[in-house]
């Protein structure tokens, strides 16, 4: 699976790209002066198989380590696609040397203008107006990372009791009860279903496999993917904050609910 590059990789590379592309004579910029990101991230070997220069001996860190990776226009990034690993690693190599010394830090203020965007997108959304407020579902904006991931797990297991009830109400008990009621209310003797094989009435066992097979193995892969998705999203944030000691704790009780939940989970066959 493609490992994209952590946040301290790329800083590092726009701080060797000198904000231009590593193309020889090329002047186009990484960032525009709004701070707006018009370039590419290229790899010298392929991220993923059947890409230019894909090499199979490579592990997942060192595809997107910043020996692999260069900033480069989109006009030569796909230019460069014939080219070697040879030719690209020295032009990497000749573009990055002109800023070792003085390669220029990704700055506060694009990094401002980027909560200033964030920002303004949830206030326009918060601002809306609907004909139908009153049936409007309403979002909380405010809402962190953790929140949502709680909300998550809580529409998860609410979905889990739907089912559990759907289940409870096609089971051949209830549905021979139900229709026995409906039957007496227009003045028919129930014993007249009695008179039904089982394997006739469709009643009996009614979507037993959707309730006992379908439904248990779509629960396992939703709680599953639910988790492990818990635990790839605070590793992306503890690689932006390595020192918050809360965001560790928390992902160590992520990794340990996944563990647990991975190794007890199988299909049922």
Same mark, same amino acid.
């Given at each position: 699976?493609?490992?994209?590059?952590?946040?301290?990789? !790329?800083?590092?590379?726009?701080?060797?790209?000198?904000?231009?592309?590593?193309?020889?004579?090329?002047?186009?910029?990484?960032?525009?002066?709004?701070?707006?990101? *018009?370039?590419?991230?290229?790899? *010298?070997?392929?991220?993923?198989?059947?890409?230019?220069?894909?090499?199979?001996?490579?592990?997942?860190?060192?595809?997107?380590?910043?020996?692999?990776?260069?900033?480069?226009?989109?006009?030569?990034?796909?230019?460069?696609?014939?080219?070697?690993?040879?030719?690209?690693?020295?032009?990497?190599?000749?573009?990055?040397?002109?800023?070792?010394?003085?390669?220029?830090?990704?700055?506060?203020?694009?990094?401002?203008?980027?909560?200033?965007? *964030?920002?303004?997108?949830?206030?326009?959304?918060?601002?809306?107006?609907?004909?139908?407020?009153?049936?409007?579902?309403?979002?909380?904006?405010?809402?962190?990372?953790?929140?949502?991931?709680?909300?998550?797990?809580?529409?998860?297991?609410?979905?889990?009791?739907?089912?559990? *009830?759907?289940?409870?109400?096609?089971?051949?008990?209830?549905?021979?009860?139900?229709?026995?009621? !409906?039957?007496?209310?227009?003045?028919?003797?129930?014993?007249?279903? @009695?008179?039904?094989?089982?394997?006739?009435?469709?009643?009996?066992?009614?979507?037993?496999?959707?309730?006992?097979?379908?439904?248990?193995?779509?629960?396992?892969?939703?709680?599953?993917?639910?988790?492990?998705?818990?635990?790839?999203?605070?590793? @992306?944030?503890?690689?932006?904050?390595?020192?918050?000691?809360?965001?560790?704790?928390?992902?160590?009780?992520?990794?340990?609910?996944?563990? @647990?939940?991975?190794?007890?989970?199988?299909?049922?066959?």
């Amino acid at each position: 699976m493609r490992q994209s590059p952590n946040a301290e990789t !790329l800083k590092y590379l726009y701080v060797l790209s000198g904000n231009v592309c590593a193309y020889p004579d090329c002047s186009h910029p990484i960032f525009n002066n709004d701070g707006l990101y *018009i370039a590419q991230l290229c790899h *010298i070997h392929a991220a993923e198989k059947g890409g230019q220069r894909y090499n199979h001996e490579q592990s997942d860190e060192e595809r997107r380590s910043s020996d692999n990776l260069l900033f480069m226009c989109h006009r030569h990034h796909k230019e460069t696609d014939p080219l070697t690993a040879d030719a690209l690693r020295s032009m990497k190599q000749d573009h990055e040397s002109q800023f070792t010394e003085k390669g220029r830090e990704a700055t506060q203020n694009m990094i401002r203008q980027v909560l200033l965007e *964030i920002n303004s997108y949830w206030d326009q959304l918060s601002r809306k107006s609907f004909e139908f407020h009153d049936l409007k579902i309403e979002r909380d904006f405010n809402k962190g990372v953790l929140g949502l991931l709680d909300e998550l797990e809580e529409h998860f297991q609410s979905v889990m009791s739907y089912c559990d *009830i759907c289940a409870q109400s096609d089971s051949s008990q209830r549905l021979h009860e139900d229709l026995s009621t !409906l039957l007496s209310k227009v003045g028919i003797k129930k014993d007249i279903l @009695e008179k039904v094989p089982y394997y006739e009435n469709p009643f009996v066992n009614r979507n037993w496999e959707l309730h006992n097979i379908g439904r248990p193995n779509f629960n396992s892969h939703f709680k599953l993917t639910l988790h492990q998705l818990r635990v790839k999203i605070i590793e @992306e944030l503890l690689k932006s904050d390595p020192k918050n000691g809360d965001l560790r704790d928390i992902l160590n009780k992520f990794r340990d609910d996944f563990d @647990e939940n991975y190794t007890n989970s199988y299909y049922v066959d």
